[in-house]
T-cell receptor, first 115, second 111 residues
Framework: GAGVSQSPSNKVTEKGKDVELRCDPI?????LYWYRQSLGQGLEFLIY????????KSGLPSDRFSAERTGGSVSTLTIQRTQQEDSAVYLC?????????????FGSGTQLSVL | SQQGEEDPQALSIQEGENATMNCSYK?????LQWYRQNSGRGLVHLIL?????REKHSGRLRVTLDTSKKSSSLLITASRAADTASYFC???????????FGQGTRLTINP
C-alpha cells in the first residue's frame, strides 16, 4: 500500500480479554516499530523489528505484551489479559532499512480502550 | 526516562508570528528529527538533522542543533492556523536501535 496501515482504528475491550493489533508497513520497508502513546503524552517505545527478528524488545511493558512479524511484512502486537492501564493509542511505523539517519513513516494508530 | 524533552509543553501564538520550540536530550546521538502530530494520531516527519550539522532549513521550518549543549530548536516562521499541532523531537542515540521521542510541544495558532 501507499502508507502504513493499522487495524483496527479503534478497539474497545473488557478488562482481562486479549487483543490483537495489526500493522501493515510500507512495501519494501525492512524495519518496523511499535510505540504506545497515552493521552497527552509522548511516544513510548515498545519494540523494533528488522525483518522478522526483534533486536530490541526492551520497551515491552510486561510479559502480557508480545509481538511478531511474518514474511518481513505484517506485524501483530498482542496484549493478553488487558488492564485499564493498557488504554492508549498504539502506533506502528516503518522505515526502509533501520534506525539511523532515516525517517519513520507512521500509521494512524489503534486507539485501545480497556473498560 | 525520555531521551528528549521539549519545552515549552504548550505554546499559543497569533497567526503570522514565529513559533520556537526547544528540545534537550541526554546522550550522544547520530541524528535528531522533528515530527508533527495532528489530533493525537499518526506522526508526520518534518526534518532530520545529522549530528555533524548545525542548521537546516525546509520551507518555513528552521532547525538548529547544538551537540555541545545537547539541544535543538525548531522555528516555524510566519505561522498559520494549519500549523496547530503537537511537535515532537526524536533522537537516534548512538548504540541504540530505536528512535526515542520526547513529550512534545502542543502548539496553538490563533487566527
Amino acid at each position: 500500500g501507499a502508507g502504513v496501515s493499522q487495524s483496527p482504528s479503534n478497539k474497545v475491550t473488557e478488562k482481562g480479554k486479549d487483543v490483537e493489533l495489526r500493522c501493515d508497513p510500507i512495501s519494501g520497508h525492512t524495519a518496523l516499530y511499535w510505540y504506545r502513546q497515552s493521552l497527552g503524552q509522548g511516544l513510548e517505545f515498545l519494540i523494533y523489528f528488522q525483518g522478522n527478528s526483534a533486536p530490541d524488545k526492551s520497551g515491552l511493558p510486561s510479559d502480557r505484551f508480545s509481538a511478531e512479524r511474518t514474511g518481513g511484512s505484517v506485524s501483530t502486537l498482542t496484549i493478553q489479559r488487558t488492564q485499564q492501564e493498557d488504554s492508549a493509542v498504539y502506533l506502528c511505523a516503518s522505515s526502509l532499512m533501520g534506525p539511523g539517519n532515516e525517517k519513520l513513516f507512521f500509521g494512524s494508530g489503534t486507539q485501545l480502550s480497556v473498560l | 526516562s525520555q531521551q528528549g524533552e521539549e519545552d515549552p509543553q504548550a505554546l499559543s501564538i497569533q497567526e503570522g508570528e514565529n513559533a520556537t520550540m526547544n528540545c534537550s536530550y541526554k546522550t550522544s546521538i547520530n541524528n535528531l528529527q522533528w515530527y508533527r502530530q495532528n489530533s493525537g494520531r499518526g506522526l508526520v516527519h518534518l526534518i532530520l538533522i545529522r549530528s555533524n550539522e548545525r542548521e537546516k532549513h525546509s520551507g518555513r521550518l528552521r532547525v538548529t542543533l547544538d551537540t555541545s549543549k545537547k539541544s535543538s530548536s525548531l522555528l516555524i516562521t510566519a505561522s498559520r492556523a494549519a500549523d496547530t499541532a503537537s511537535y515532537f523531537c526524536a533522537t537516534d542515540p548512538q548504540g541504540a536501535q530505536k528512535l526515542v521521542f520526547g513529550q512534545g510541544t502542543r502548539l496553538t495558532i490563533n487566527p
